[in-house]
C-alpha cells in the first residue's frame, strides 16, 4: 500500500509540481500562523511522453470572471453533460462534441492519471514563450556561483524562440534591462518599500506602449512602436548569465 509520502513524490514526479505545504490550513486563523506562505513551484515544458498534448481547445468555464478550464477535480454530471467548476461552483453544459462521453468513456482532461494537459490550440496566435527568471541573491559565493550554472544550464534547455526577462531579489529588488549591449543596467527598488501595481508599471514604463528609438519595420515597410516592456524581454539566444 502505497505510503502519503510515496504519493505526494508521486504527484511531484507526475506533474512537475512541488508545494510549500502538502496539507492546507483549514481555517482563516491556521492560515494566518502559517511560517511559510501557501506556494508551489511548477517545472514548465515537462516532458510527458505517455501524454501527447491535445489536438482541441480546452472547455471553459462560462462565467466570465472565472473562465478555468475543465479538470479531473470538477464535479461531473454525465446524464445532464453538465459539470461544475471546482473554483467557483458554475454549473457547465458540456459542448456538443463532449455527447457522448460516459463514465466509461471519458475525455483526457478526466482522465485521473492525466492529471496535467498540454493542449495545442491552432486558432490561437503564435506567441513566444515567455520565461521570467526570479533569482534569490541573499546566498554566499560558492552556493552563487552554483545557481549562477544552474541557470546557464536552464537557457541552453528552453526553446529557441522563447523571451526571457530577469528579476533579482536581495535587500533591493531589482528588474534588469537585458537590452543593453556593454552595461548593465537595471531598475531598483527597495525591499522596505510597499509598491502596488501600477506604481511598479508607471516606474519600469510598460504600463502603455511608447514609441521608443529603436522601431520594427511592419507590413509594407510602415514602422511599427515596439513595446517598453521588450527592454526587460529578450530573445534567448541574446541573453547571457556570465
Known sequence: MTTYE?????????DGVR???????SSRLEATRLVVPIGCLYQPIKERPDLPPIQYDPVLC??????????????????????????CFQRNPFPPQYAAITEQHQPAELIPSF?????????????????????????DDEELGALK?????SLSLLPQTAL??????????????????G?????????????????????????KVAVPQTQQRGPGG?????????????????CDMS
Not at 513524490?9 to 507526475?14: L, S
Not at 496535467?116 to 534569490?136: G, H, K
Not at 510602415?222 to 513595446?227: G, I, K, R
Request: charge should be neutral; charged fraction near 15%; glycine fraction near 4%.
Open 164 to 181: 526571457v526577462g530577469l528579476i533579482t531579489f536581495g535587500k533591493m529588488v531589482q528588474v534588469h534591462e537585458l537590452g543593453c549591449e
Open 149 to 153: 550554472d544552474s541557470l546557464q544550464m
Open 115 to 139: 492529471s496535467t494537459i498540454e493542449y495545442t490550440i491552432m486558432r490561437a496566435q503564435s506567441m513566444p514563450p515567455i520565461f521570467l527568471l526570479v533569482v534569490d541573491t541573499c546566498l
Open 62 to 87: 462560462t462565467r466570465n470572471t472565472c473562465r478555468a478550464i475543465l479538470n479531473l477535480m470538477c464535479q461531473v454530471d454525465y446524464r445532464a453533460k453538465l459539470w461544475v467548476c471546482n473554483f
Open 222 to 238: 510602415a514602422q511599427q512602436p515596439t513595446p517598453p516592456a521588450n527592454r526587460f524581454l529578450q530573445p534567448v539566444q541574446m
Open 19 to 25: 508545494f510549500t505545504w502538502n496539507v492546507w490550513p
Open 183 to 207: 552595461c548593465s543596467k537595471s531598475y531598483v527598488f527597495r525591499g522596505t518599500k510597499d509598491l502596488n501595481a501600477r506604481q511598479v508599471q508607471d516606474m519600469l514604463g510598460i504600463g
Open 6 to 14: 510515496e504519493f505526494i513524490q508521486q504527484n511531484e514526479e507526475r
